[in-house]
């Protein structure tokens, strides 16, 4: 199989934060994101894994976060070799709606032109780096909230920046082994698009000889994960990264909603690639999305314990 052109676009971000109350209210009340699973850590089940999308939780929609406070876990530094921003797309029209919206609730955010677009930049209460890019062309359907108008709504992931260190070894691999083209750059920043462009399917490189490498833990995106159709096609790609490129690629790993690996790429950004398949819809149904903990199969037995475990939030 060429494995070439598989990878259609973002799947989704999933970062390391702090406090679960701050980082819950901060996505859903503010940003008005929908929670669409809450579940624990696979790896840590004293930790909540919390998913933030859109109505149904389509791939690409969403944003994931560990939220890691008291459980000694270091604040991360930013840097290269990481994801530095994620961006969301909403209408150009909302940005000065979410300017002031932002502003209100204590959280500075500056306008910025780049590619022709305005965004919108702010920091969640982990430190995280976002944005709101003004898109026009975005056709999903945004989550509704009562006190934002579905013309204001956020749409989903628009792209993600990482920080690398030399251009070179980053984009090879973005064009050679991703299908990706670079589509803009402007500065020291390149934009490379998957398949087509759209909203969901943009990476910003940003070159940064001089940038310290970044260390992971609190307020720092772990990775981004791209989507594609299937198991099949994901064995073929692990094939190809291990056996023909002598990546370091771990197992396929069974998410639950959906299966994936991860790895390193050139520059140091680990990304992971998930398939579209199964989906959130796996184990509730979209009405009740992200209602009730959710556990994989192997910890139901300890589902009390664990509740025990979780801090209680006021959801
Ligand atoms: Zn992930």
Same mark, same amino acid.
């Given at each position: 199989m060429d494995t070439t052109h598989l990878i259609q676009g973002i799947h989704h971000v999933t970062a390391t934060v702090s406090n679960a109350q701050a980082d819950y209210d901060f996505y859903t009340q503010l940003l008005g994101l929908r929670l669409v699973k809450k579940t624990v850590n696979f790896d840590n089940n004293k930790v909540y894994h919390f998913y933030y999308g859109t109505a149904e939780g389509a791939p690409g929609t969403i944003m994931t976060t560990f939220p890691y406070a008291g459980q000694g876990i270091r604040v991360g530094i930013p840097g290269t070799g990481q994801v530095s921003r994620t961006g969301f797309s909403a209408p150009s029209a909302s940005l000065l709606f979410w300017k002031e919206r932002l502003t209100a609730a &204590?959280?500075?955010? @500056?306008?910025?032109?780049?590619?022709?677009?305005?965004?919108? @930049?702010? #920091?969640?209460?982990?430190?995280?780096?976002?944005?709101?890019?003004? !898109? =026009?062309?975005?056709p999903r359907s945004p989550w509704r909230r009562e006190d934002i108008s579905l %013309?204001?709504?956020?749409?989903?992931?628009? =792209? +993600?920046? +990482?920080?690398? #260190? %030399?251009?070179?070894?980053?984009?090879?691999?973005? !064009? !050679?082994?991703?299908?990706? @083209? /670079? =589509?803009? @750059?402007? &500065?020291n920043i390149s934009r490379f698009q998957a398949k087509d462009g759209g909203a969901g399917q943009y990476i910003d490189v940003m070159e940064e000889p001089?940038? +310290?490498?970044g260390k992971n833990g609190m307020g720092i995106v772990h990775h981004v994960a791209?989507?594609?159709?299937?198991?099949?096609?994901?064995?073929? /790609?692990? %094939?190809?990264l291990v056996h023909d490129l002598g990546f370091k690629v771990t197992e396929i790993k069974d998410r639950k909603y959906f299966q994936s690996i991860y790895f390193?790429?050139?520059?140091?950004?680990?990304?992971? +690639?998930? !398939?579209?398949?199964? &989906?959130?819809?796996?184990d509730e149904e979209e009405t009740t999305l992200g209602q009730h903990l959710q556990l994989p199969t192997w910890e139901e037995e300890n589902r009390a314990q664990i509740e025990a475990n979780l801090e209680q939030l006021d959801w």
């Open positions: &204590g959280v500075s955010a @500056q306008l910025v032109d780049r590619f022709g677009r305005v965004h919108l @930049q702010f #920091k969640d209460p982990s430190g995280l780096g976002l944005e709101i890019i003004g !898109t =026009n062309d975005d %013309e204001m709504a956020l749409r989903g992931i628009f =792209n +993600v920046s +990482v920080a690398v #260190k %030399e251009l070179v070894p980053t984009l090879d691999f973005l !064009t !050679t082994e991703f299908g990706f @083209q /670079l =589509n803009e @750059q402007s &500065g001089d940038g +310290v490498r791209w989507r594609l159709d299937s198991e099949a096609e994901l064995a073929a /790609l692990r %094939e190809r390193r790429i050139p520059g140091g950004v680990l990304f992971e +690639v998930a !398939t579209i398949p199964p &989906g959130f819809g796996v």
